[in-house]
């Protein structure tokens, strides 16, 4: 059984995973306004990614017994300035997350429980690779602030290969 103070972490990141989820199709469809069809297309993706880290943390929940809470999530941000706060605000969420992801896996090891320790070093690994995707399109986007269709051309070149799934991933729910 994992420890209750990571459980109710565990509980508290889904409503995080959620939220990101939101932010990140509000990030899309900022960028569908603006007929930035590629920027709208990674943000799309990465918001299906986020549904799917909380789906991954909810079937962890379900496989160990525990009925998980949905939970609601607040209002995203929907309006931007340029085009660089969207993306900025997507690498400020990343190292947020990277910081609660961390946190729960060291909840886990202070508590002994090795199971959930172990979930978590997924994520871990997960959030360098987010924050690092994150941090080049923010260098991307603030040269391209100007011409928008630069940042475009860059994902059409850097980003157009849809990458493989991750074997190592953990199911998530529904899947």
């Keep these: 059984m994992p420890a209750q103070p990571f459980l109710d972490k565990l509980q508290e ?16 469809v900022y960028f569908d306004a603006q007929t930035l069809p590629r920027l709208a297309a990674f943000f799309y993706a990465q918001a299906l990614e ?4 909380a789906m991954m943390m909810v079937q962890y929940l379900l496989d160990q017994g525990i009925d998980p809470i949905i939970p609601g999530v607040d209002a995203p941000r929907c309006s931007f300035d340029d085009i660089v706060a969207p993306v900025q605000l997507a690498l400020d969420q990343e190292r947020r997350v990277t910081d609660q992801i961390n946190t729960l896996a060291a909840t886990a090891r202070d508590h002994g429980d090795y199971a959930s320790e172990n979930f978590m070093q997924w994520f871990i690994k997960e959030q360098v690779e987010e924050v690092s995707s994150m941090s080049d399109l923010l260098t991307v986007v603030e ?6 269709l630069l940042a475009e051309d860059w994902l059409a070149r850097e980003k157009s290969g849809g990458e493989a799934p991750d074997p190592t991933a953990p199911p998530p729910a529904g899947a």
């Excluded at 990141?13 to 899309?28: D, L, P, R, S, T």
């Excluded at 986020?50 to 880290?53: K, M, N, S, T, V």
């Excluded at 040269?143 to 928008?148: G, K």
Aim: charged share 25%; proline share 4%.
């Design 50 to 53: 986020e549904r799917d880290h």
């Design 13 to 28: 990141q889904i409503a995080y995973e959620f939220g990101a989820h939101q932010q990140y199709v509000a990030n899309a």
């Design 143 to 148: 040269r391209a602030r100007q011409n928008p």
